[in-house]
């Protein structure tokens, strides 16, 4: 007996003694963003039930949130210690007010962390600089304290860090609109924003999709504009009330998150045509859509009512979001139904303006003087540019960085969103981690004095297709790593390894906090090499510590994975299939690549009107490459025509007996898409005279909304060959049926081939 109680009492020594030595090692390797200055001495410190949070009155609410996050992941609770002279104390956490760094820093978010080995400082200036060292202070903790076991200390690496970041502005857009997000979700990534010191919640509530922000006055706005009808007539949907909006700013506030609540205007607002049609310009009853693109029908501009409508809502929203800005949209609104609607026309005559985008601005300034008159200011889209901007507007720049830079030029504040590196709802494939790291928000072309207009940038999550929150973490992280590196560091010289192996330090965070990230790149590349009428493929892995196999799949191969030779050469149409594994795990979806093996491989082609820079396929040989495209507009092997005809001339080098000519095409409305409506073939021996090999009519409805791949070709008996024409008209306009009639259409082609 006596034996079992010494085994016990011992066994308790052991498990409350925890004497593990467990803290970061090498500081630097696990901070993002990299701060300014940092220095690491060996040794640790540790916090436990002894240890105190003493502040002065003014950082009090840090304190109680520095308390709390201790608290969620400790068997104990820190004490906090109110006073107005901080004492010289040991085992303390110290939130001191520096007044000199916001100064010499050149921010308020200006930060100073001293740990020693008997007591932890934060200095700041302002509250929100104390927040950004709680952070800092915050990934200094081993991974698990972030899963929140429950330990009786923690121990933490002696450091000096000085910090301050480079940008105002370091967003995210998050799309409540398209997709719905519960309240937890919003929250979790407030909470993962200030971790890595991003410091804007853009909040996108009001959509053609659902309107999800409760209006008192417009009850409508949630009863029927927050839901939509699906495909198989389910409904889905949901929205804020004001008790939980209040409570999400609230969450924000705590960790100096700004919340920029978009109200959409003029476009984008099936939602709330649907919940109150008599604010549209033909008064028709419209349905809160359940597909992705730009609509037709948007706010009336002729009419008072809108206006009063888009005030009174405007005041609700400003009651509950305190932020300096209002983010009104103002993106993509087509003019279609202003063009036809007397009330429009009539205030373009009485305003005297010249068109409907002067009427668009009209709009959009006198939505700034509202909020002018309540001590807010406007952010709009670049959009808003168009007809004359109003000179206090701030600009979002999303259509490349040319809006930011016209904003910048005339002394007004830019945020940049290009699509180019800032739309993380776009695959790995065209924005990958390496190409944020790479983004540079300050355009070179922009004259140095107008550098301080760029006040940072935002990420943008349009939540078309982010249905869930596994879909949402998997494509903000690992990039928006990059985004908080560029925005709160801006490196001067950017090493992207020693970025990327911070990168891999912070993953034992992120599953910790259960984010389900996603891939840093696509892991591997194909480099076809064109060689007679032959391609051979290299397969290219981004990264040394990526292994691949591959396997073939065509007729009569096997269905086993191997490891690929340095050159697989092809010798039969088919699909490629790369699988790519990272320490030893699986890392992404297997890479599929169609070939299409044909005897016009690699001739010379030439082409009347170029195809558009976006989508280019492989180049100048792309239509004659054997890579054939997927329903996937942006894998890279569709090139794409704007506004202009297919009118190419292939010459095969040499006469050669053929029997069919055709293309391939794809099919996107939605998009502005369309396959031609024919396509016509000419053949030639000599090149000067042609002989008519047939026209060849689609057989796809172009008002269909689904994705669609095809192939249009002519078979024939045998003739001797040596030089194609191909001619495909574009349809230069969109038709009237469609909502965006008028604008321009695109040709998607991925191959000219013949056998
Ligand atoms: C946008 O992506 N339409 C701002
Ligand atoms: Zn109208």
Redesign the pocket.
């Known amino acids: 007996m006596v034996k079992k109680v010494i085994v016990v009492l011992c066994l308790l020594a052991l498990i409350s003694c925890e004497t593990n030595i467990d803290f970061r090692e090498n500081v630097a390797s696990f901070l993002i963003p990299k701060p300014l200055e940092l220095t690491q001495t060996e040794g640790f410190t540790s916090i436990s039930i002894n240890t105190k949070i003493v502040t002065t009155q003014d950082f009090i609410d840090e304190a109680n949130y520095l308390q709390k996050l201790i608290h969620e992941s400790s068997n104990f609770s820190v004490d906090i210690i109110v006073t107005n002279e901080i004492p010289i104390t040991e085992n303390a956490i110290l939130l001191v007010n520096n007044s000199k760094l916001a100064a010499n820093l050149n921010s308020e978010e200006s930060y100073k962390l001293t740990i020693s080995k008997s007591k932890i400082e934060i200095e700041g200036s302002t509250t929100t600089g104390i927040m950004r060292g709680i952070q800092t202070l915050r990934q200094l903790f081993v991974d698990e304290f972030h899963k929140n076991i429950k330990r009786n200390e923690w121990q933490l690496p002696l450091i000096t860090v000085k910090d301050s970041p480079k940008f105002r502005h370091r967003g995210m857009l998050f799309d409540s609109g398209r997709h719905f997000f519960e309240v937890d979700v919003v929250k979790k990534y407030i909470d993962l924003l200030a971790l890595y010191k991003m410091n804007v919640f853009h909040w996108h509530l009001t959509e053609d999709q659902g309107w999800r922000i409760a209006i008192e006055k417009y009850p409508k706005l949630t009863e029927i504009g927050a839901f939509r009808k699906q495909k198989d007539s389910s409904i889905y949907g949901g929205f804020y009330t004001k008790k939980q909006v209040q409570e999400i700013v609230a969450y924000a506030t705590e960790r100096h998150i700004t919340v920029i609540p978009e109200i959409e205007l003029p476009g984008h607002s099936l939602a709330a045509l649907a919940a109150y049609p008599e604010l549209s310009c033909t008064g028709n009853t419209v349905e809160v859509t359940n597909e992705w693109g730009i609509f037709k029908d948007i706010y009336c501009a002729g009419n008072e009512q809108t206006f009063i409508f888009l005030e009174d809502v405007l005041t609700e929203v400003m009651e509950l979001f305190p932020s300096e800005y209002i983010h009104i949209?103002g993106?993509?609104a087509p003019k279609l139904r202003w063009e036809a609607c007397a009330k429009c026309q009539k205030r373009i005559k009485d305003e005297k303006l010249a068109n409907e985008h002067e009427l668009q601005s009209y709009f959009i300034q006198r939505i700034e003087k509202f909020l002018h008159k309540n001590n807010r200011k406007l952010i709009g889209?670049d959009e808003i540019l168009e007809g004359g901007l109003s000179p206090t507007a701030t600009v979002?720049s999303?259509r490349g960085v040319k809006g930011g830079i016209v904003a910048a030029n005339n002394n007004q504040f830019a945020i940049m969103?290009p699509?180019t590196h800032c739309?993380f709802d776009y695959g790995i494939g065209t924005t990958d981690l390496e190409k944020v790291y790479n983004f540079n928000p300050i355009p070179a072309e922009l004259a140095p004095e107008k550098h301080q207009y760029i006040i940072g940038s935002e990420c943008?999550l349009?939540s078309e297709r982010i249905p869930d929150e596994e879909n949402l973490d998997s494509k903000v992280f690992p990039r928006i790593f990059a985004m908080s590196e560029v925005l709160w560091s801006y490196p001067k010289e950017k090493y992207f390894n020693e970025f990327y192996a911070r990168v891999q330090n912070q993953y034992g965070l992120l599953e910790a906090k259960n984010v389900k990230y996603g891939l840093e790149f696509v892991p591997v590349s194909l480099k076809s090499t064109l060689n007679d009428d032959k391609v051979q493929i290299e397969v290219v892995t981004k990264h040394e510590s990526f292994k691949t196999n591959y396997r073939w799949n065509c007729e009569d191969c096997d269905t086993i994975f191997r490891e690929a030779p340095a050159i697989i050469a092809l010798n039969k149409s088919g699909v490629l299939e790369i699988e790519t594994f990272k320490n030893g795990k699986k890392y992404g979806d297997n890479l599929l690549q169609g070939y299409q093996l044909h005897k016009a491989i690699n001739s010379e082609i030439k082409q009347e009107n170029l195809y558009n820079d976006v989508y280019k396929a492989s180049g100048e040989k792309g239509l004659v490459d054997g890579e054939i495209g997927s329903k996937k507009i942006r894998d890279g092997n569709w090139q794409g025509f704007l506004g202009v005809d297919i009118d190419c001339v292939i010459d095969l080098g040499k006469e050669k007996e053929v029997t069919e000519i055709g293309a391939n095409f794809l099919h996107k409305q939605l998009s502005w898409i369309l396959i031609p409506r024919n396509i016509t073939i000419q053949t030639s021996v000599d090149g000067l005279t042609w002989k008519d090999w047939g026209t060849v009519e689609s057989k796809v409805d172009p008002k269909n909304k689904e994705v669609i791949l095809e192939t249009l070709s002519k078979i024939k008996s045998v003739e001797k060959i040596r030089y194609v024409k191909l001619f495909a008209e574009n349809l230069d306009q969109l038709p009237e049926w469609h909502d965006f009639y008028k604008g321009k259409s695109w040709i998607f082609i991925d191959e000219i081939f013949v056998n």
Request: net charge negative.
């Open positions: 949209g993106d993509e889209w979002q999303w969103s699509t739309y943008n349009w």
